[in-house]
């Protein structure tokens, strides 16, 4: 039959707003995450990483905050904008502190900016 | 800088056939990924080169092969296509295979039908 797809989260903010988008991970050993940015019809756009010896993270307009304790990711964009409507995964390395290249990827959070 | 580059776009392939993707890396980059991502089952890892050595292998059959040039670019192989290898394959690139940020492709649109 034919495959259910998943289903993504949603969370829809006003323009302007923050927005804050959450993901938990499987490994309490790993070390290194990355949250990405899908817009429809292109690929995963890296936005911002961080390793397990920070508990913070700030770029421009985002700040990714890291609690080990209950391996939970957020990543906070400031001032959100219509540009900002996407698709966002968080993803982890797995083996922890091995090849980056072996990405374990969360189901992703759709968001969607309103005008 | 050129980004990771991947061709072609968009491939109609039909059952039983086998088809390759190409990937271009961005320049100076020696890791290449390669992901598969469905609706069913999202963003799902299939292998890793750098220094035209596969590093990490995905739980994907035998039929999903792959291998990197002297020049980093990288080709991924399907053989046997089945219906379900319908999918968006996209390429990643770094600079280093340890714990550095992976730059994406637009990806190949494989359909099977």
């Known amino acids: 039959g034919e495959s259910v797809g998943l289903h993504l989260p949603t969370l829809s903010v006003q323009e302007g707003d923050n927005s804050i988008i959450n993901c938990a991970y499987s490994?309490?050993?790993?070390?290194?995450f990355i949250w990405y940015k899908q817009e429809s019809g292109k690929g995963p756009q890296f936005i911002i990483d961080?390793?397990?010896?920070?508990d913070k993270r700030q770029g421009q307009r985002v700040t990714v905050l890291l609690n080990k304790t209950v391996k939970h990711l957020s990543l906070q964009i400031a001032a959100t904008q219509p540009g900002d409507s996407a698709v966002y995964f968080c993803?982890?390395?797995?083996?922890?502190?091995?090849?980056?290249?072996?990405?374990?990827f969360g189901k992703g959070t759709k968001l969607s900016v309103k005008p | 800088k050129a980004g990771v580059t991947q061709t072609p776009r968009y491939l109609i392939k039909t059952r039983g056939q086998q088809v390759t993707l190409s990937c271009s890396p961005i320049?100076?980059?020696?890791?290449v990924s390669w992901y598969q991502q469905t609706p069913g089952q999202g963003l799902q890892f299939l292998f890793e080169?750098?220094?035209?050595?596969?590093?990490n292998k995905g739980n994907f059959p035998g039929r999903f092969s792959g291998r990197q040039f002297s020049n980093s670019r990288s080709e991924m192989n399907v053989s046997t296509l089945e219906l379900g290898d319908s999918a968006l394959y996209l390429c990643?690139?770094?600079?280093?295979?340890?714990?550095?940020?992976?730059?994406f492709g637009q990806g190949t649109r494989l359909t099977v039908v």
């Open positions: 990643a690139s770094s600079p280093q295979y340890m714990n550095t940020e992976a730059f």
């Open positions: 490994n309490s050993a790993s070390d290194y």
């Open positions: 961080i390793r397990s010896n920070m």
């Open positions: 993803a982890e390395t797995d083996p922890p502190g091995g090849s980056q290249g072996n990405l374990i």
């Open positions: 320049s100076g980059h020696r890791s």
């Open positions: 080169y750098f220094s035209e050595t596969q590093r």
